[in-house]
């Protein structure tokens, strides 16, 4: 069975630009969360959903930053406009239900130059 | 963000050595999970710790959550050229959060 699976892989953009990642979860997990690594960091957790209700979305700076989660499947985030200090990797992750082991898809690396 | 304190920061050994590594929180955790990032990859868990004292294995690896509650620590032993990485620490916080340790790198020289 697949992993989570993230896309684009590397994503190089301008400051002010927007950006889109999308995620598409282990089949059957009903718990979805999206991560930030900055370089040398371990991940902080931007935004949980489960099922395609956002629970947790506390960390997540809602001036520019949105995600959806609709049918509660895949799940898009976005920023706009993207700044400098954005550069980092953003992880998806999922779990059965939240108290479960989460499983990681391998991240979109971004840079705004 | 919280981030749990891991140490060493990084560590460079000779293939076959031992390995410790340790992460510490002002607050309580009511779990504490470890994991390893390849480059270029997610985090993929090594061992999940539930109760405060318990000590588990798996493999090479063994883990144990601190009585305090506050801390853990893992050790890898007879280290092979596969086990470099970064190895996190996670724990779950009070209010079921799951928060990430700072990282300790791993070099393994043959």
Known sequence: EA????????KIIEKKQPVAFWCNPISGHNTLYWYRQNLGQGPELLIRYENEEAVDDSQLPKDRFSAERLK????TLK????????????????SLD???ELFFGSGTQLSVL | GQQLNQSPQSMFIQEGEDVSMNCTSSSIFNTWLWYKQDP???????????????????????AQFGITRKDSFLNISASIPSDVGI??????????????????RLQVFP
Not at chain 1, 3 to 10: A, F, I, K, N
Not at chain 2, 87 to 95: E, K, L, P, R
């Open chain 1, 98 to 100: 939240q108290a479960e």
């Open chain 2, 87 to 104: 190895y996190f620490c996670a724990g779950h916080d009070s209010t079921d959060k799951l928060i990430f340790g700072t990282g300790t």
């Open chain 2, 40 to 62: 270029g990859e997610g985090p993929v868990l090594l061992i999940a710790l539930y109760k405060a004292g318990e000590l588990t294995s798996n493999g090479r690896l063994t």
């Open chain 1, 79 to 94: 920023i706009q406009p993207a700044e400098l200090g954005d550069s980092a990797v953003y992880l998806c992750a999922s």
């Open chain 1, 3 to 10: 992993g989570v699976v993230q896309s684009p892989r590397y």
């Open chain 1, 72 to 75: 509660g499947v895949d799940s």
